[in-house]
Structure formats: C-alpha cells, structure tokens
C-alpha cells in the first residue's frame, strides 16, 4: 500500500477536529465507529476502512477526554471563573520565554513561562490541586528560572480572553488544547520565590546552550 501512513494519520486528526466542535453527546459516534470496524473486519477487501473507523474513533475519543474530562482537584472547580488573588506552588514545566515589543514608543518586556502546579493558596484556604497554568511577568527572568525549578508564584488567576468577533482568534481555545484553562499575571520578582536554592536541579544543556546563544549573538560583532 502506497502512503500507510496518510491514510493512518487523516482518520485520526479528522476525529480530534470532530471533537473539538461536538458538544453533544459521543456514544453516537463511538457506537458508529465500532459498528463499522466489526463490519469490515470480516471483508478483507474493506478491512481499510474498518482501521480508518477505529483510529477515528481513537482520535475522537482522546480529544474529547482531554477537553472535558474534569477531576475532583482541577483548577476549574476550585478557582472559578472570576479573577482572583491566589498563590500556586508548583514547578515550571518550560524554561521563561522572553518577548520584547512596542507600545507608545517605549520598549515593553514580558516573560511567560508554564507552571505545574500541586498545590492552591487562595485568602481563605489551601488545597492541593493539580494542572498547568500559563504565568506572565512584565520583567525579564533571571537565568536561575529554568524547568525543573519548584517555587511558589503569587498573582492574579484568570481565565485567557476570548475571540474579539467571530472568527477572529481565541486564545482561550488555543491554550485550552494544550491543557491550559488559566493564566497567572504577576507584577514584579517579588510575587517568585524559589523553594529549592538549597537543592536546585541542575541546567538542562539544551537551556544552557540556548541562552549562550542568545547571549553571543546579541554582543556587536566588533567585540
């Protein structure tokens, strides 16, 4: 068979992009796809289109548990949908990411960075808790901010915004397929505190050359 992987790959996306736009319920599709892949298991000739249904059926059913399979601990049951004051105590599952752009003729400096957190300290409790949340800083990170760091981050939880106007983008969609349903807006370094400068894990390589890097091309050539 020419191209087994097309045709392996395309039944799979096209359940994952099914999924994302079905609100309703997914036995109809599920039975459908087991049904077809029993019929066309017997007929040799047809026995394509019965793995086709099956990897559908996977690509289907992965999306729709990522997007609405919600635990006890999720951050969406205990933050709720308005912004509040809460500190997360986890580790950064990324290394900071650095952004400058211009805004009135001034450069404006903003660093992001994702956060698995374990644990939810709100003005009246703390919980354990569990997820992946997107925190901002309008400063540039120090080089002791890298993956792996444990730390306790204290800002603002909100949901992303959404689309401005139909069809425009969402970025509350978009983080949402990575897992993301929250960000966290810090105001200075003060709201960081590292919990593991005793202890700290080492670099990864790939952070440190990228930073050598990044350090080496922005000196002018004639240095």
Known sequence: ???????????????????????????????SAMVITVAYSFFKPSRVAGWA??????GFVNQTFHLRHTPENDLRK??????QIV???GCLAT?????????????RLRSSVELEFAEIQTNWSTLPAIGTVLVSAPLRLYKRFYVGRKLTVTGILEQPPVEQALGMFSYRDYLARRGIH????TKSLRDWRLLDEGDSPPMPLSVGFQRWARDALSKPLCE
Not at 53 to 58: G, N, P, S, V
């Open 53 to 58: 249904a099956m990897l559908f059926a996977i």
């Open 1 to 31: 068979m020419r191209r087994p992987m097309l045709w392996m790959t395309v039944p799979f996306m096209i359940g994952i992009v099914d999924a994302d736009y079905w609100a309703r319920s997914i036995w109809p599709f599920l039975l």
């Open 182 to 185: 929250f960000q966290l807006r």
């Open 95 to 107: 290394t900071p990411e650095h952004r400058v752009s211009e805004m009135r003729g001034a450069e």
């Open 87 to 89: 500190s997360l105590t």
């Open 78 to 83: 205990l933050a709720g949908d308005k912004p």
